[in-house]
């Protein structure tokens, strides 16, 4: 019996990306509207924020990425959709907040992550070997 790991059970399940995909997408939404205490740049406070933005979009596309993609040989428009939908989400939810600030940085990471996330699935497609059907 073949050993399955976290990944490949996601993977393979559009069910169940689809379900983790719209809490991943909540959770952004909601972490980009909660108040955060001041950072303190001597720690890498900055770093950290822009590594979580890189990271989370990177789960986020990969995840939506599961769910709208069903070949290997082009890209569904619904997925370009979605992921050019979700980019600067966090951005635009900030800019009317008085105690958030929307950034350039912050969306240059979402771009970074977002198309990183697209890219993992297709090299795992790919080291995998397997189209789902």
Known sequence: M???SLISIIHYNRRLAFKLAL???AIIIITSIIPIP???NSYGGEKLFSISHYTSYLILSYLWTIVL???VNS?????LLIILATIPLTEVV???LPYR???LEDLVFN????TSGVLLYFLIEKLWGKSRT
């Open 2 to 4: 073949a050993k399955l």
């Open 23 to 25: 809490i991943t997408t």
């Open 38 to 40: 001041g950072i303190d």
């Open 69 to 71: 993609q069903h070949s």
């Open 75 to 79: 890209v569904n428009p619904r997925l």
């Open 94 to 96: 900030q800019i009317p």
């Open 101 to 103: 600030c929307a950034c």
């Open 111 to 114: 771009v970074l992550g977002a």
